[in-house]
């Protein structure tokens, strides 16, 4: 994949100590992947941390083998090349990079969320895909992604080496996930993983058809049990598990229905995750029988509380800077707080989340 400019040269944080090795589980979202594309890079830039897998649905999935197919060609400067060149790529622009003075000029992500949701080309986008089938358009069809999807190098995005990349997707026949990995993976996988059935046409594979990931796996946790990687999963997590506010108005509805429907698969298997550690606290099966998995969460649920489905749909070069910036910090906190607990203990209270 071709590189593009970064915002920033790469400071890694030299290593004095063993690598904390991690898995990474990265949700889809649209555009509010660009809060993951900030994750990655502020974890690329320390040398302590150490990436065995990734699973990886919708923008998960690109931004995951963006991720690996850099570290493979370039090491963890590449992946940041490739990690800000696929976000360049989804805003289409050249260079994304603004002045700090421009920043403080723009509206709050909350505000700029409320316009694009108010707009009237937005609003009829949302009316067209209520009424009319991704299918009715013919010859005229195409999917925007395809053009990103394509530009990945294969060769290392399916490679043996570096981190495992599981790719999540939805068999549209049997209503099950699939999970492509290694030789799997193809401009095809990623584009079935980021299928919206109401925009694009589902994606063929070996004579099936696949939707969107997120409806069976955002993301599937259950490729990074394997006794060869390490316990911990570190979950990027950018659609909101609660909201105070009942929705009201038709836009509010579909937005929650959204991400409830987008957080269902993961909230089953993390509930999984706490019953096999209850079996094993009581006793009820030894150690090492069943796979003990620490548990951790990047999140910031105030700033994706602002936001909607219409920023999901609406690659706004600025609120892609904000998101990331967002992500950035975020996983910067993340390790402040809980380096040391990394490949010693889970920093998500599971019994609370599900009490």
């Not at 991720?67 to 800000?84: C, F, H, P, T, Y």
């Not at 067209?128 to 013919?138: D, H, I, K, N």
């Not at 649920?301 to 489905?309: H, I, P």
Request: hydrophobic share 45%; glycine share 8%.
């Amino acid at each position: 994949m071709a590189a593009g400019p970064r915002f920033e040269p790469v400071v890694t944080r030299k290593s004095k100590t063993t690598p904390k090795r991690i898995n990474l589980a990265l949700q889809g979202g649209g555009a509010h992947g660009a809060f993951t594309w900030g994750v990655l890079v502020r974890l690329l830039e320390d040398e302590d941390i150490e990436i065995a897998a990734i699973s990886g649905t919708s923008a998960g999935a690109l931004n995951g083998a963006a991720l690996k197919s850099g570290l493979l060609e370039n090491g963890r400067e590449g992946a940041v090349a490739n990690l800000n060149w696929l976000w360049e790529q989804m805003g289409a622009v050249q260079d994304m990079r603004m002045p700090a003075w421009m920043i403080g000029t723009m509206p709050a992500p909350g505000v700029m969320n409320a316009t694009f949701g108010a707009s009237m080309p937005f609003a009829a986008v949302e009316s067209l895909t209520r009424m009319v089938s991704p299918y009715a358009y013919g010859p005229f069809y195409r999917n925007p992604l395809e053009r990103i999807a394509r530009q990945f190098h294969y060769d290392a995005v399916c490679a043996a080496d570096g981190p495992q990349l599981f790719v999540g997707a939805t068999n549209v026949h049997s209503g099950k996930i699939r999970v492509f990995t290694g030789d799997e993976i193809s401009t095809e996988s990623l584009l079935a993983s980021a299928c919206l059935p109401t925009l694009f046409k589902a994606v063929e594979i070996d004579g099936a058809h696949y939707w969107d990931g997120g409806y069976t796996g955002n993301p599937a946790l259950f490729p990074l049990y394997a006794q060869d990687l390490p316990q911990d999963v570190l979950i990027v997590h950018i659609n909101p598990l609660e909201r105070a506010e009942v929705p009201r108005n038709p836009e509010e509805i579909q937005n929650r229905i959204n991400e409830i429907s987008f957080n269902s698969s993961l909230l089953r298997e993390m509930r999984a995750i706490r019953f096999v550690q209850r079996l094993l606290d009581g006793g009820a099966r030894r150690e090492g029988t069943m796979k003990r998995v620490h548990v951790h969460m990047i999140a910031d649920d105030t700033l994706m509380q602002e936001l909607s489905l219409a920023s999901k749909m609406v690659a706004s070069p600025y609120l892609l800077h904000h998101l990331h910036d967002a992500g950035y910090a975020a996983a910067g906190t993340f390790l402040a707080t809980h380096r040391n607990d990394i490949n010693a203990r889970g920093t998500v209270d599971l019994e609370a989340m599900f009490s």
